[in-house]
């Protein structure tokens, strides 16, 4: 920390005090965005927009005016009852308009420290400084609109006292990569870059751009009669136009058309890839401590997370991302879940995310994850030591999800459709060709210190997590399995559960029992 940056934090010790008033353009966009998000807000507010817009031209600028005014003043308030107090261990923060919050954060509990410079800050030469605990899924405190020296100097007081209160050693860092970083670089060695290649790939892989069709149905709902008939009319006028063409012709034309659709969905998706991953570079803090990423186009965030918080390495790969020959990385700390590929949105930000890496970069990756301990395990779910799980799976998922609803669909439907009704026969056959596949990819592999389990239908998903993390773990048997000799291993972690399904029962003892000793048996911290 150098002599600036203490200055900085020293001046904000001890007293109340509030960040710039710019942070009232934080508040802003945050409440602009929240509106976005919330779908049923969304769909709200568009309803009453096209009624205005219906009202005529004066309404829709009225109504626009009202609605932003409200926003600006709503932003204002929460600014002026913005505050935030900082003492040699801990942040607190006062906020709230009509219903008042106080936050303690303790700087010992933090799992993470995100710093996020928007491009209307990155102007103005601000950012946002938001902290993640372990009691919580979502970011607990942000305190927008600070200055980056005061950023970087919070962020080495919260990172120098977990040191001090921890009684892990230095994590034993992996052989280092080669990299461009300098020895200046505050975020440590760069060990990880994704090129223009791999974001364009991000984005192919991304089917979050979908969500957007979902949102036409509901389009629909709020558009007037007048409105619909002429839609309708334009559609059947195209119907019409196509069916003069010819079979052929038609065919073509729709082909190129879904083609078009297809082409201008994947640009976009490839286009948001860009704002959100533009620059990705993950780093490794000099003695391998943390963990730190840095991203973004228009907002650069900037995210860190100590290696020995981190609870389990969730890894997936979807049919398309298996084409590439790519992998996606979530390594989530005490009470953090990992989220999808669309993480945004401030919800588990101190998650360890890693959009696209090849099979290498995962074993590099994970080495420095779990310090050595991961010898012997894979994340990688082509890997040959993985033991699949008994087939017995099969068959308990066609009866409870084939058999026994084909048979209540039959007697339900059979008096109303007569011998229609015999089409839910064809149920079960689908329901166990789709068993029969998750059985195939359901298998575990483990070591003295931890365990892999694979999953998936089409793609895959690896969970990787140390034995001595582990906050319980339990044997379960179903009627079924008591009568197969077969059981079900339960491990809670402080970021989630993972079930082992249909194993061998006294190979689930075993694993249960020795889980159980290196948990006893250790002395290193498991958050």
């Given amino acids: 920390m150098t002599t600036a940056d203490e200055n900085a934090l020293l001046a904000a010790s001890g007293q109340w005090q509030r960040t710039s ?24 507010t568009l309803a009453v927009f096209l009624f205005l ?21 709503l932003a204002a308030l929460r600014y002026w009852f913005f505050r935030f ?28 420290v995100t710093v996020e410079q928007p491009l209307m800050f990155r102007w103005l030469g601000l950012v946002t400084v938001g902290f993640d605990t372990a009691g919580s899924t979502q970011q607990e405190g942000r305190l927008p609109a600070v200055k980056p020296d005061f ?26 990569e080669p990299s461009s970083a300098t020895e200046s670089d505050p975020d440590g060695q760069a060990v990880l870059r994704l090129d223009n290649g791999e974001i364009v790939r991000i984005g192919l892989a991304d089917r979050s751009v979908l969500a957007v069709l979902a949102v036409v149905p509901l389009m629909w709902g709020t558009l007037d009669n007048t409105l619909r008939a002429q839609v309708s009319n334009s559609i059947e006028d195209v119907a019409t136009s196509f069916a003069q063409l010819g079979i052929v012709a038609a065919g073509v034309v729709a082909t190129g058309g879904l083609l078009l659709l297809a082409a201008a969905l994947a640009a976009i998706s490839v286009a948001m890839a860009f704002f ?39 890894l997936s790969q979807t049919l398309l991302m298996r084409f590439f020959s790519r992998f996606r990385l979530q390594a989530p700390p005490a009470a ?5 590929a669309s993480e945004e949105g401030g919800v588990a930000a101190s ?11 995962v074993r590099s990756l994970a080495a420095r994850i779990f310090a050595g301990e991961d010898a012997g395990l894979s994340l990688l779910p082509a890997k040959d030591p993985f033991v699949r799980i008994s087939p017995v799976y099969i068959r308990a998922r066609v009866q409870a999800f084939g058999v026994v609803p084909a048979v209540l669909a039959l007697v339900a439907l059979y008096p109303f459709a007569g011998a229609a009704s015999l089409l839910c026969l064809g149920w079960p056959p689908l329901v166990a060709l789709c068993a029969w596949q998750l059985w195939r990819r359901r298998a575990y592999m483990h070591n003295d210190s931890g365990l892999s389990y694979r999953a998936g239908l089409l793609g895959y998903k690896v969970e990787t997590f140390l034995f001595r993390k582990v906050q319980g773990v339990m044997v379960s048997q179903s ?5 197969t000799g077969l059981a079900s291993l339960d491990v809670a972690l402080a970021s989630g559960a993972v079930t082992l399904p249909f194993i061998d029962h006294a190979t689930a003892r075993r694993l249960c029992d020795h889980i159980i000793f290196k948990v006893e048996s250790t002395d290193r911290p498991w958050h």
């Avoid at 620059?279 to 965030?301: I, M, N, P, V, Y």
């Fill in 85 to 112: 107090r900082l003492d040699a261990q801990r942040v607190l923060i006062r906020q709230g308009v009509l219903r008042k919050t106080e936050l303690e954060l303790q700087f010992d509990r933090i799992q993470g």
């Fill in 336 to 340: 953090v879940r990992a989220v999808g």
């Fill in 351 to 361: 998650v360890l995310h890693v959009p696209m890496l090849g099979p290498e970069q």
């Fill in 151 to 176: 950023a970087a100097a919070l962020r080495a007081r919260v990172e120098g006292a977990k040191r001090a209160a921890t009684a892990e050693p230095a994590a034993i860092a992996a052989p280092s």
């Fill in 21 to 44: 008033p710019l942070a009232a353009l934080y508040f802003l966009a945050l409440a602009l965005r929240r509106q976005v998000l919330n779908l049923g807000q969304f769909v709200g």
């Fill in 479 to 483: 009627p079924l399995q008591r009568r």
């Fill in 276 to 314: 959100r991953y533009h620059g990705f570079t993950l780093f490794e803090a000099q003695g391998g401590e943390s963990l730190r990423t840095r991203r973004g186009l228009l907002t650069r965030k900037a995210m860190a997370v100590d290696r020995a918080k981190i609870q389990q390495v969730k």
């Fill in 53 to 73: 817009v219906r009202q005529g031209p004066v309404a829709t600028i009225a109504g626009a005016a009202g609605l932003l005014t409200l926003f600006l003043v």
